[in-house]
């Protein structure tokens, strides 16, 4: 499914039980995708860009990924609204203090942004890093996203 938002054009998908992607950039539909599973992923993101809900309740899963990017994501979906935290926080959290790096890698491969809010991690001194990718773009909605967490 394609839609408009405030954040510019997003794809989602599903499989018949759950929300499987959401992207920012053209994805094909899937034929199995449940309709109503994407049309409520699409209402409720719509509602969070409003400033108007603030937990998702669209059912979703992995369905790739290593485990440890599952378990790093696992622990994303774990960051409340309207609190950040470090890479270093997630890397605590799933005890792996060293793992940093690879954690920033995981949210970077994050198959269900918003919905799983990657964008709720910043860098160590507060500063945000990438998202998407690391373009001027993607740091952009990161931080339209905060901000409508954050006011």
């Known amino acids: 499914m394609k839609f408009e938002t405030s954040l ?3 794809w989602l998908d599903a499989n018949e039980q759950a929300l499987t992607a959401v992207s920012y ?6 034929k199995i995708a449940n309709q109503d599973i994407l049309k409520q992923a699409k209402e409720e993101i ?3 860009l409003e400033g108007q809900l603030t937990i998702f309740t669209v059912p979703y899963e992995f369905t790739y990924g290593t485990a440890f990017q599952q378990e790093v994501w696992q622990a994303l979906a774990q960051i409340p609204y309207g ?5 270093q926080d997630i890397a605590e959290q799933i005890q ?5 790096r690879a954690i920033g890698q995981a949210n970077r491969k994050n ?4 919905i799983i809010p990657c964008h709720r991690v910043i ?3 507060g500063q945000l890093t990438g ?4 373009s001027a773009e993607g740091l952009a909605i990161k931080q339209q996203l905060l901000t409508i967490e954050l006011n």
């Open 25 to 30: 950039t053209e994805i094909s539909e899937s």
């Open 46 to 48: 719509l509602l969070f």
């Open 123 to 125: 860098g160590k001194s």
């Open 96 to 100: 792996r203090p060293k793992a940093v």
């Open 83 to 87: 609190k950040t935290c470090c890479y």
């Open 111 to 114: 198959p269900l942004p918003i």
């Open 131 to 134: 998202y998407s990718g690391s």
């Open 8 to 10: 510019g054009t997003l």
